[in-house]
């Protein structure tokens, strides 16, 4: 199993303002994805971090707004850019160990509040 | 496309069962389970595979029914640790990918 870290835990941010959430995984992992998670919702994937080159990001995200780099197996980050109070919500980060038909594992998630 | 949950929310007493359905338009490879407790992340329970296979551990298990793309998620003899919200997560043929899509949620919750 993989063990994810991930600060910061929480955050107040003014508008206009950016903040980069890390991500740390305790072993080697192929794929590591970004999630967010409005209170009461499901978790909406905003893009997939691929080592060594540009995120895939899905319908509705782009890089200009939420850039993600991971410059090796077992860290990422996640900015969001120009924030405004729609961009509250919690961010998760997640791994996967294998390439395919294994368990996701989260991080314990961002909470961004966003003034 | 997010694959569709029902229900959205059941109460229970201990002890009791409960079956959570999730239902997809698109042939799947595979369907998760993750269950949340507020304020926490989601927590992996199964993962089934094409193949209409059922799995379990303890008291919750699942199937997955290949030819209607529909999972069942379920719990007998309910406690209350069972309490959270249920996501399924599903991974479809036509992505390419290994990210999942989650359903919108069944939040459960068991009382004494």
């Known amino acids: 199993s993989a063990v994810i870290s991930q600060k910061p835990s929480r955050d107040i941010c003014q508008r206009g303002t950016s903040l980069t959430i890390q991500c740390q995984v305790d072993s080697q992992v192929t794929m590591m994805f970004w999630y967010r998670q409005q209170p009461g919702q499901s978790l909406t994937l905003i893009a997939t971090a691929n080592q060594g080159s540009e995120a895939t990001y899905e319908s509705g995200f782009v890089i200009d707004k939420f850039p993600i780099s991971r410059p090796n197996l077992t860290f990422s980050t996640l900015t969001v850019s120009n924030m405004s109070p729609e961009d509250s919500s919690i961010y998760l980060c997640?791994?996967?160990?294998?390439?395919?038909?294994?368990?996701?594992?989260f991080g314990s998630g961002t909470q961004l509040s966003v003034l | 496309q997010q694959p569709v949950q029902s229900p959205q929310a059941v109460i229970l007493r201990e002890g009791e069962d409960a079956v959570i359905n999730c239902s997809s338009s698109k042939a799947l490879y595979s369907v998760h389970w993750y269950r949340q407790k507020h304020g926490e992340a989601p927590v992996f329970l199964m993962i089934?595979?094409?193949?209409?296979e059922q799995k379990g551990h303890e008291k919750i298990s699942a199937s997955f029914n290949e030819k209607k793309q529909q999972s069942s998620l379920y719990l007998t003899a309910s406690q209350l640790s069972y309490s959270g919200t249920y996501f399924c997560g599903t991974e479809a043929m036509d992505t390419g990918r290994r990210a999942l899509t989650f359903g919108s949620g069944t939040r459960l919750q068991v009382q004494p």
């Open positions: 997640s791994a996967t160990s294998a390439a395919g038909y294994e368990k996701l594992f």
């Open positions: 089934l595979l094409k193949g209409g």
